[in-house]
């Protein structure tokens, strides 16, 4: 049978009264509804057991019940809101309550329910929690012990929210946690201070439309097991946590921040530290997961997973320490790792998928391990971008690939070193536009079908002493732009056989005059082509620069210059000649070589001669070609006069930057090509019928620099080759 309470609405009654109950006995193994407005008091020394004791059960109803120290309850379900409209308040100061099998439900059968938790005290074991199981539920807890036993529900399917102001809510031997369990509803958890445990899983936001959240202000959260933001396709959890160590501990537990498809999960860490065995932000293809940290200090034992659809890891100050496992940015769509604001990043190995962003902007990121094998490793398409702080790695792994849209490796600013070599395969393209990179060897390795490219239009490249930068084939590239690139290389070499050449070009800004950003430092081997894109100004090659083109026009491999509509107006070169490309706009230019070319008498055999193409209209009005030249038995006047009775006729002793003489060639034999725009005009040191054996007349001299200078180029562009 069931029984009703009839005392006064509103005013404080003895549950334990039969007076203030319809039967006139208080109840006993069955159910005891409040529903009349009326305020039930259980108060020290009450024992009740087996009852259901139910608050606002019916539309329109409302009830309140007090529960006091020394109060004891077993097998006793509690009930607060059922039906329509129905209202009800738990009260609970002290006592012990055990609802043994049965639960403990707030608002429990109509969305319009309302059942209502206010705990100071005592203490309550339920079976399984409710709040907010059809309609609306709310529990504060400030004092006492919350025990569940089954399961734990803050929003199942109506919206439930739970405040842990004090006191401990412990989901005991392996309950799970789930805030807004079904379909569309909400659960929000807000600890500000005492205890909340976790034994087993914690979900947030579990199925579709569901949105769980859970925020961490002070007290200590204690999980152990997985927690999922973002269950099942459709759930949202977002979990924010404020503070440090004590406020979150994750024992042995793993993170899924966005689980299966179409999930979305958000975890947001401030001035925070916990360590993790694994964290997935999105797990399965579709899910997104975003991470934001900040100044924060996060270790994870065994792997960062960013993975499913979308999903980004943004950390600003603080730590990460990835101690085994690897980090992965690996996502379908999109996957970044952003680090800024001195953030630092420690990984044994990171991996960066075609669709993955590895950004760091003002942070220090090291992958290290004890094998020494450490590595960053970047798909085509993906990319890893620094933008000021350091990175520190034993290598660069850069796999063979299809060119994506975008550079794979941008250096801005900042230093990038590793102990290993930087291997740049097919399909991938590294820019650097400042800050400095250092590797112990550099190699470049292109395929017939996709580029291998390097562009540095800023900032510092170096390879180590004694190292070489090795290139492959003619797909294999190193781009050098802008004013200021500073590229050290001990040893410059070519390798490979057959129809192959690879490019090393520069393309510089108009200035007054460029240091060449390469320098050679040991010896070079056969290299392919040197092309130059020139817009005015000049540019100067350091030490055994010529010696990039010793050996590259053979019987057996011919080269070819590759034409860029972006920079030359070339369509079609000679196929039997390597050399550099100068283009222009302006009106003057030079190209010049500097350097010892070679001790003791000048040897042409690295140059041979310079040839100039006129290749569109116009002729050229004037060549000069200005020699530094040290004096041997003859003097500068005596090697000028020999020169003139090689037939430059015009030539002078006349210094200029640290030039001293000056060739220039007879305007007559400088044809207007108007009507040939195609054909050559040679200046030969050995063959041009106008100069006899230009290697007679420096015997008794040392040429230790070389520059062409064109006074006026062509409205539509000039080739200029060494050989």
């Not at 792994?397 to 740049?424: E, H, M, S």
Request: glycine share 14%; proline share 3%; hydrophobic share 40%.
């Amino acid at each position: 049978a069931d029984d009703y309470w009839k005392g006064a609405a509103g005013v404080e009654g003895d549950w334990n009264n039969s007076a203030n109950w319809v039967s006139g006995a208080v109840p006993e193994n069955e159910i005891g509804f409040v529903n009349n407005g009326g305020y039930a008091v259980i108060p020290d020394g009450s024992f009740l057991t087996n009852l259901t004791i139910a608050l606002g059960q019916d539309l329109g109803a409302s009830g309140t019940v007090r529960i006091e120290p020394g109060a004891v309850i077993t097998d006793t379900k509690l009930l607060a809101g059922n039906v329509g409209n129905g209202r009800g308040l738990f009260q609970i100061t002290g006592g012990t309550i055990d609802t043994g099998t049965k639960d403990f439900v707030l608002a429990q059968a109509s969305s319009s329910a309302t059942g209502v938790v206010v705990m100071t005290g005592g203490e309550v074991t339920a079976q399984t929690l409710y709040v907010g199981k059809i309609g609306s539920g709310f529990f504060t807890l400030s004092n006492g012990m919350l025990r569940t036993r089954g399961t734990g529900y803050v929003g199942h399917t109506g919206p439930g929210s739970f405040m842990q102001e004090g006191g401990t809510n412990s989901f005991d031997n392996g309950a799970d946690l789930y805030l807004a369990r079904n379909a569309n509803a909400q659960g929000a958890y807000t600890l500000n201070n005492g205890t909340l445990i976790c034994s087993d899983y914690t979900y947030l936001g579990y199925s579709s439309g569901a949105q769980g959240t859970l925020t961490v202000n002070g007290g200590s959260l204690i999980t152990s097991n997985n927690v999922v933001l973002g269950s099942v396709s459709g759930g949202r959890g977002v979990m924010t946590v404020n503070g440090g160590n004590g406020n979150w501990q994750a024992l042995g537990s793993n993170l899924r921040v966005g689980h299966e498809a179409g999930t979305f999960g958000s975890l947001t860490l401030n001035g925070h530290t916990n360590t993790f065995t694994t964290v997935n932000v999105g797990n399965y293809s579709g899910s997104t997961g975003l991470v934001a940290m900040t100044e924060s200090d996060i270790t994870v034992s065994n792997g960062l997973l960013l993975s499913g659809a979308t999903n980004e890891v943004e950390q600003s100050g603080g730590r990460l320490a990835v101690t085994a496992g690897d980090l992965t940015l690996n996502g379908t769509v999109s996957s970044r790792f952003t680090a800024r604001d001195g953030a630092a990043v420690s990984a044994n190995r990171i991996s960066v998928s075609q669709t993955g962003t590895l950004w760091i902007e003002d942070a220090a990121v090291t992958v290290t391990n004890a094998a020494a094998n450490a590595e960053i490793e970047v798909a085509c398409g993906g990319q890893l971008d620094l933008d000021g702080g350091v990175i520190a790695c034993d290598a660069l792994d850069l796999p063979a690939g299809t060119a994506g849209a975008r550079p794979t490796v941008r250096i801005r600013d900042g230093w990038f070193g590793q102990k290993g070599n930087l291997t740049v395969n097919a399909g991938h393209h590294v820019m650097q536009s400042g800050g400095e990179v250092t590797n112990a060897g550099f190699y470049v390795y292109g395929s017939a079908a996709q580029p291998a490219r390097v562009e540095i239009s800023g900032g510092a490249f170096t390879v180590a002493p004694a190292n070489y930068a090795i290139f492959n084939s003619g797909t294999s590239e190193l781009r050098l732009k802008g004013s200021a690139p500073q590229v050290t290389v001990p040893m410059f070499s070519y390798v490979g056989g057959g129809l192959k050449e690879f490019l090393l070009e520069y393309t510089l800004d108009q200035s007054p005059a460029h240091l060449a950003p390469v320098n050679f430092t040991g010896n070079a081997y056969r290299c392919g082509h040197l092309r130059v894109a020139l817009d005015g100004g000049a540019l100067l090659l350091r030490t055994n620069a010529f010696a990039l083109m010793t050996g590259v026009k053979s019987s057996t491999h011919y080269y070819t210059s590759l034409p860029d509509s972006n920079l030359w107006s070339v369509q079609t070169l000679l196929n039997t000649t390597s050399g550099v490309a100068l283009a222009s706009g302006s009106l003057k230019g030079a190209l010049s070589a500097g350097g010892v070319m070679a001790a003791g008498p000048f040897d042409p055999a690295p140059m041979g001669h310079v040839e100039i193409a006129n290749l569109k209209t116009n002729r050229l009005i004037a060549l000069n070609v200005r020699l530094a030249l040290t004096p041997g038995a003859k003097t500068l006047e005596q090697v000028v006069a020999d020169f003139a009775a090689a037939g430059f006729t015009n030539s002078a002793v006349e210094a200029e930057g640290g030039y001293n003489v000056r060739l220039t060639i007879p305007a007559a034999e400088v044809p207007d090509r108007s009507a040939a725009p195609t054909a050559w005009f040679a200046w030969d040191f050995t063959r041009t019928p106008s100069i006899t054996n230009v290697t007679a007349v420096v015997t008794n001299a040392t040429l230790t620099a070389l520059k062409v200078e064109l006074e006026k180029l062509p409205d539509q562009g000039t080739l200029i080759q060494f050989f």
